[in-house]
Antibody, heavy 127, light 107 residues
Framework: QVTLKESGPALVKPTQTLTLTCDFS??????????MSWIRQPPGKALEWLAR???????FYSTSLQTRLTIAKDISKNQVFLTMTNVDPVDTATYYC???????????????????WGQGILVTVSS | DIQMTQSPSTLSASVGDRVTITCRAS??????LAWYQQKPGKAPNVIIY???TLPGGVPSRFSGGGSGTEFTLTISSLQPDDFATYYC?????????FGQGTKLEIE
C-alpha cells in the first residue's frame, strides 16, 4: 500500500524559506522508473506542478518557479523534500507530495500522470 | 508551457444524467492526458490516464476520449458520489500543466 504524508510549517513569513518534507512508504524511489513530484493548490484555485525528482537523481522544475525551488531525496529514509526561497503571500496554498505513474514501456518523453497523493499540507504565507 | 482549457467551468446536472467535460490543449499532446476527480478538502484522484485508460477501481461509467488537442471526459450515468471538481492534465511536456477545473454540481 502506497502512502505519502507531507509535513512542515503551517505559517511562514514573507521572504523566508519554506522547507517541506514528504514521508512515503510502499515503494522505493531507488527503483528504476520511479518519479515523484510536488504540486500545490491555492485556496479555491487550480493545481500547479512545481518540481519532480527521478530515481536516477534527475530534477525538473516549473518554468516560472525554477529559480526559487529545490527538490531533494533521501533514499534511506524514504523522504522527499521541497525548498522554496523568498516566499510571498501568493505562495499560500495546499502543497501535495505525489508519486508519478508507472508507465512501463509506454511512456511519454515528457512527464507522467500522478497516481498517488499525500493528504496535503496548507501553508500560509503572512506576516 | 502548454495551456489546458476546460469547458464548462461549472456544470449542473442530476443523478442519472450523462455529462461530458471538454479539455483543449494549446498544442498537440498526442494522447498524453489524464483526468482527476477532487472532492472538497481532499487530494485529487486519477480517474483516467493516456486519454482513455481507467486505473483499477475506477467505475466503468467514466470514459475518456480524444487525441491531439481535444479531449473529453464522459460520465454515463451520474451517481451522487460523482459531484466533485474535475481537472485535466497534459503530460506530453516535461513541464506538466493542468486545466482550470470543472465543478460538477447537483442541479
Amino acid at each position: 500500500q502506497v502512502t505519502l504524508k507531507e509535513s512542515g510549517p503551517a505559517l511562514v513569513k514573507p521572504t523566508q524559506t519554506l522547507t517541506l518534507t514528504c514521508d512515503f512508504s510502499g515503494f522505493s524511489l531507488s527503483t528504476s522508473g520511479m518519479r515523484m513530484s510536488w504540486i500545490r493548490q491555492p485556496p479555491g484555485k487550480a493545481l500547479e506542478w512545481l518540481a519532480r525528482i527521478d530515481w536516477d537523481g534527475d530534477e525538473f522544475y516549473s518554468t516560472s518557479l525554477q529559480t526559487r525551488l529545490t527538490i531533494a531525496k533521501d533514499i534511506s529514509k524514504n523522504q522527499v523534500f521541497l525548498t522554496m526561497t523568498n516566499v510571498d503571500p501568493v505562495d499560500t496554498a495546499t502543497y501535495y507530495c505525489v508519486r508519478m505513474g508507472l508507465c512501463g514501456s509506454d511512456c511519454s518523453s515528457g512527464a507522467l500522470w500522478f497516481d498517488s497523493w499525500g493528504q496535503g499540507i496548507l501553508v500560509t504565507v503572512s506576516s | 508551457d502548454i495551456q489546458m482549457t476546460q469547458s464548462p467551468s461549472t456544470l449542473s446536472a442530476s443523478v442519472g444524467d450523462r455529462v461530458t467535460i471538454t479539455c483543449r490543449a494549446s498544442q498537440n499532446i498526442n494522447r498524453w492526458l489524464a483526468w482527476y476527480q477532487q472532492k472538497p478538502g481532499k487530494a485529487p484522484n486519477v480517474i483516467i490516464y493516456k486519454a482513455s485508460t481507467l486505473p483499477g477501481g475506477v467505475p466503468s461509467r467514466f470514459s475518456g476520449g480524444g487525441s491531439g488537442t481535444e479531449f473529453t471526459l464522459t460520465i454515463s450515468s451520474l451517481q451522487p458520489d460523482d459531484f466533485a471538481t474535475y481537472y485535466c492534465q497534459q503530460y506530453y511536456a516535461r513541464s506538466t500543466t493542468f486545466g482550470q477545473g470543472t465543478k460538477l454540481e447537483i442541479e
